[in-house]
């Protein structure tokens, strides 16, 4: 929750530095990166919560706690990156993919495991 708080703080300094007053999303160039930036990070969030709780459940708490840490550490990567290029965005959104991907295959397994083996 704190990384989304500031990915939309950085969003509000965005809308003051560039003076584009709310609803409006199209502006300065820089700002639409740091809009579409959190506006990314804000859609994946409850995907990574919940996938990281049913790992973290069925799975291992220790696991899926690493895989949580290195997600939210490349998502402020892919945040950071967005906001000064679209191409820095690539190499951390590749990652944290990765790591999403990982949490699911650690849910199912963690899901089978506790439906189908006694």
């Known amino acids: 929750v704190l ?8 969003v509000i300094y965005a809308r003051r530095k560039y003076k584009i007053s ?19 990070c804000s859609e994946y969030f409850p995907v ?11 799975f291992h708490q220790g696991v899926a706690a690493v895989c ?6 490349t998502r402020l990567k892919y945040f950071q990156g ?11 959104l590749y990652t944290s993919a990765w790591l999403l991907w990982l949490l699911v295959g650690l849910a199912l397994a963690g899901l ?6 006694p």
Do not use: K
């Not at 160039?29 to 579409?36: A, D, K, L, T």
């Not at 990574?48 to 069925?58: D, E, N, P, R, T």
């Not at 906001?83 to 951390?92: D, E, H, I, S, Y």
């Open 3 to 10: 990384f989304l708080a500031y990915f939309a703080m950085q």
């Open 22 to 40: 709310p609803p409006e999303t199209a502006g300065h160039p820089e700002f639409e990166r740091i809009f579409r930036a959190q506006a990314n």
């Open 48 to 58: 990574f919560v919940s996938l990281l709780w049913v790992a973290g459940i069925f």
């Open 68 to 73: 949580g840490l290195l997600y939210l550490y």
């Open 82 to 92: 967005y906001t000064m290029a679209a191409q820095g965005r690539l190499g951390p």
């Open 112 to 117: 089978l495991a506790h439906f189908l083996w």
